[in-house]
């Protein structure tokens, strides 16, 4: 298989229905996983296991003060759990989606004079994203 490369032009990103893309700057849906070490008094006694990965969905965002917005919606829903969509390339790979639950955390609004207002979320998801891959006839 060759190497295949995409330059990030557009995306999709659904949030309990309400779609977001033209309001944030970049998502990344990041795992973390715990690695639990011990080491024995002999040789090749290092021993270690993995944990579970647990998932955020990363989102940089413009802010946008008015109703309806991605930064209003983090506001008015904290500790809700929603769902979400994340396709991140719906020009030359369509339909390779990412879902499931998260949380919503609020997030900040502010900025440098002369700068766009934008903001940074770690937005928990809960368990392992759901991968769909489109349907090819």
Known sequence: MSGVGHVRRSIVLDLDGSTY????T???LTPS???????ALCADGVIQDVGVPVWTLDVAYLVDHNVGSFYRFLLGN???TV????EPDPITA????????LTVVPGPAGG???????????????GEPVIT????P
Request: proline share 6%; glycine share 12%; aromatic share 8%.
């Open 21 to 24: 893309e033209c309001e944030v």
């Open 26 to 28: 970049n998502v990344t």
């Open 33 to 39: 996983t715990s690695t639990a070490t011990a080491t």
């Open 78 to 80: 904290v500790g809700a």
């Open 83 to 86: 769902g979400y969509t994340y």
């Open 94 to 101: 369509p339909g390779v989606t990412y879902s499931g639950t």
């Open 112 to 126: 440098e004079s002369g700068s766009f207002e934008s903001g940074n979320v770690t937005l928990p998801v809960n």
């Open 133 to 136: 891959d489109p349907i090819v």
